[in-house]
């Protein structure tokens, strides 16, 4: 068991930085989940802390130890890799023992280790058979277990459940959940699915051009992003941006959608925006379920506004809809009896009460 | 030991880090280096200086005891008999390609045409000249086309026709060497093409077919295509070992009758060993080099290409 | 089925019967002469069938010391010659698809290329070499059998190392990745995952090494002359083929259980066989 720390890790491909001096403390026990889109940098992060890639700057401990110039073999890590990577050749028992018969552990205890991972997964029944005679989510099995029996003080994860269907998919990270709960060993999961990430993570980090955009539990990132990135990231659907001004008249704050919707600024956040009136490239970024029907419990806040809709999409519980204002094409929530119709007009209800404020120079979340 | 020293220091010191990361990144590429040193070894002692002595070999005297220049070459050139070989090797390999070409393709179709039970069957079979040593089915065809004996001829007799003296006169000659080559060679290109007819996807002969396209349609523009790769590669490497082919004309005619049948290896061997003139032999072979190159330098273009793309 | 697809299919098996006669017509022939005796053969009766078929041929040889000497021989010569072959070709292959050293790139197409040099170029200059060499060490190289286990790996490496390089790479990167983090080094990454996994492409390499290795005509022909020194393809042109009397039944014979080695290897191991033959073009 142990903390990781990197500090101001950078990694370069030739010229090319594919991390870009990035801090992280990882506290012991913690599962922290790295997502990104792809070409972010979080899978060369994980990389580079279990040793597979050499470390161009910066620092990484794990247990207080500096680890840049360990091997992977003795930084007392294990990791499950997105296609398993398990040795066809080897039986279950023998993959998860491999690492143990190469330290030259006695064979009662690897035995032991053996048996106990094998019930924690839950796949006794299948320790004699080989990698090809296992279904998917088995391996995935597997490939945990071989982490676990080796006792590390890190497990890493990249991308572990990319090659399951869907409906595996959120059995696995159900199991993944249980697993960490039984062994509380220090995490860090790389993913590019924040559904993923938001359901697992003590802690998310999200990353984004080998740079971390923010770090926090899943519900801080959600409600309060704090770059356009990261709200823009999290969710789905995803949040919507609108291009906006701000102007101050007859002393109240006014929020102006082009051409000619205006809003009142909630009150408690006038103070906080006053700063940004008539400043240029102002976003307002609203996610759909703060764009419902009127059929809701009244909040402060809420401003009507009719819109006609481009398309609908039923989903049972409720219903997408999609309609343009301002420009762009905006998505909004609403009840599934609410009577929304493609090419027709409806009342729509803004809670900007929920609203973020963008300010689009510098992409950070006002 | 190692690993507690940069524990105690690494955090202080940066220089040391960076060298100690080295050492490790060289201590791969030492192990690596190392792992392939036979083979290096091996390649350089074994093919690379012999392909460079033999320029310099080609330089000397019969007795190997004077520089001559470019002597065995103007010599080879005042010779009929080399010109003979230039013609006779560049007839034997390209005739015999295009034909191993088209009759591995034809073949191969045959083979891909029939339920796929069946198929493993008639692929083992028909690969069987392959695998014999050539060696030794060249001494069958020898057998076969024996100028008292031959079972050809026999059958040729049965139905009234006069006996062929396969390897008594030259033409004969030089089409039983031809024959033999295709024989030995077609099975490969048939395996190959067979290897490459798998890989089209089905679905585009549905898609043909949907689009109303003949057999010969689809053969055109679906499946050569589609194996343009394959039989290109096929073709170059066959081209390469047939212009360089040794046993059949050795064993087959030895050259005769009068040499007309000699090709750049056979030749050499004859010059360079039985004729204990190694200088001129290895002039001789030479001649193979700029046909080989040309052939390798398109394989490579396109094993690097295909690298590129994956 | 519709009409056209049935006709399709006799035409092809029509002529997928032609080109078997074709192909097996010699080893067919080879079998019809090698049970026939000396008289029936001179006698000139119908070729293509055996009147009084005899082991004769098969039990002489196979009592004949000369002809087991070549046998051995190759037996020797090939089994060595795939053991150097695979200690030379497999860590080379890990080492050139995996750990990436100065040049490795350049060297693996270098191997390749090498694969394309015929023994027909290089028969002189080895030849004249082997003599300087004596000359210098005192050490005879030509006219021994071992000779051949010198010079047949220049034949058999660079293709299995080739065909090794292909097979090493469609192993997945993660699987020595994980092997790295068990705690397995680089050669007991190479023993105990690639070797295993790669198993094969071993084989068809294998195969190859010996197919190759059992054919070689050109080397032995040309290094080595005594009768107790020859290996089995020369050995029997050479010494069943006395001046102008030719032995049929004998030669066929002996070409026959010449060429029995790979057709039985053939046999059994199709699969891998046909593998390694199509490896060289398509992996890389």
Known sequence: MAEVTLSKVVKKYDEVEAVRGIDLNIADREFVVLVGPSGCGKSTTLRMIAGLEDITGGEIMIGG????????????????????????????????????????????????????????????????????????????????????????????FDEPLSNLDAKLRVQMRTEIKKVHQKVRTTTVYVTHDQVEAMTLADRVVVMNHGTIEQVGEPNDLYH???????????????????????EKSAGALKLRVPPDLVFDVPADRTKRYEPYAGKKGLLLGLRPEHLTDTRVAAEPGQQKLDVTLNVIEPMGMETIVFFTLGGVEICGRVGSKAGARSGERMSLLAHLGHMHLIDGDSGKVV | MV???????????????????????????????????????????????????????????????????????????????????????????????????????????????????????????????????????????????????????????????????????????RFSVILVNIWIGAPFFMIMYLAALKSVPEQLYEAAAIDGASWWQRIWYVTLPMMRNIIAITALFSLIVTFANFDIVRIMTAGGPIDTTHVFATWSFRVGIEGADIPLGASVSLFMVPILTVAAVFILRDITRRGNES | ?????????????????????????????????????????????????????????????????????????????????????????????????RMRFWGSATLATGVFLTYLIPETLLFLPLFKMFAVFNELTGIELI???????????????????????????????????????????????LVMIFIPVALPGLIAATIFAFT?????????????????????????????????????????????????????????????????????????
């Open chain 1, 65 to 156: 130890d500096l680890v840049n110039d360990v091997p992977p073999k003795d930084r007392d890590i294990a990791m499950v890799f997105q296609n398993y990577a398990l040795y066809p050749h080897m039986t279950v028992s023998e993959n998860m023992s491999f690492g143990l018969r190469l330290k030259h552990f006695p064979k009662a205890e690897i035995k032991k280790r053996v048996d106990e991972a094998a019930r924690i997964l839950d796949i006794t029944d299948l320790l004699d058979r080989k990698p090809k005679q296992l279904s998917g989510g088995q391996r995935q099995r597997v490939a945990m277990g071989r982490a676990i029996v080796r006792d590390p003080k890190v497990f890493l």
């Open chain 3, 143 to 189: 006219n021994h059998w071992w000779i051949l286990l010198i010079v047949y790996p220049t034949l058999t490496v660079p293709f299995c190392t080739w065909i090794m390089i292909g097979y090493f790479a469609s192993i997945p990167k993660e699987l020595d990745e994980a092997a790295l983090i068990d705690g397995a080094g680089w050669i007991q990454t």
């Open chain 3, 212 to 284: 190759v290795s059992w054919a070689q005509f050109l080397y032995p022909l040309a290094f080595t002359t005594s009768a107790d020194q020859l290996v089995l393809p020369v050995g029997i042109i050479t010494s069943l083929i006395k001046g102008d009397v030719f032995n049929w039944g004998q030669i066929m014979t002996g070409a026959l259980l010449g060429a029995a080695p790979p057709l039985i290897i053939y046999a059994f191991l199709m699969d891998y066989y046909i593998a390694g033959l199509t490896a060289g073009a398509t992996k890389g």
């Open chain 2, 3 to 173: 690993d507690a020293a940069i524990r105690a220091e690494g955090v202080k010191s940066g220089a040391r880090k960076r060298t100690s990361l080295r050492r490790m990144m060289q201590r791969k590429s030492t192990i690596a280096f190392f792992m392939a040193l036979p083979l290096i070894t091996l390649i350089s002692l074994l093919v690379l200086y012999p392909a460079g002595y033999s320029l310099h070999l080609a330089t000397l005297n019969k007795s190997m005891e004077r520089f001559v220049g470019f002597g065995n070459f103007t010599f080879l050139f005042t010779r009929e008999t080399f010109w003979m070989v230039v013609q006779q090797s560049c007839i034997f390999a390209i005739t015999a390609v295009i034909f191993k070409a088209l009759i591995g393709f034809v073949v191969a179709h045959f083979v891909h045409n029939i339920p796929a039970k069946g198929q493993r069957k008639w692929r083992g079979m028909l690969l069987v000249p392959w695998v014999i040593p050539p060696a030794m089915s060249c001494l069958a065809w020898l057998w076969l086309f024996d100028p008292s004996y031959s079972a050809f001829n026999w059958l040729i007799a049965l139905f009234g026709g006069d006996p062929v003296p396969w390897t008594g006169n030259t033409y004969w000659a």
């Open chain 1, 224 to 246: 309060s992003p704090a770059t356009r990135f990261v709200a823009g990231f999290i969710g789905s659907p995803a949040m919507n941006f609108i291009a906006c001004g701000l």
């Open chain 3, 1 to 97: 089925m519709s009409r056209d697809r049935t006709w399709a299919l006799r035409w092809s098996y029509f002529f997928l019967v032609l080109f078997a006669i074709f192909f097996l017509v010699p080893p067919i022939y080879m079998l019809i002469t090698s049970l026939k005796t000396s008289a029936e053969i001179s006698a000139a009766t119908n070729p293509w069938w055996v009147f009084h078929p005899t082991l004769g041929n098969y039990i002489q040889l196979l009592t004949s010391n000369q002809y087991l000497t070549f046998f051995r021989n190759s037996a020797v010569v090939s089994v060595f010659v795939v053991a150097v072959t695979m200690l030379i070709s497999v860590p080379a292959a890990f080492a050139l698809s």
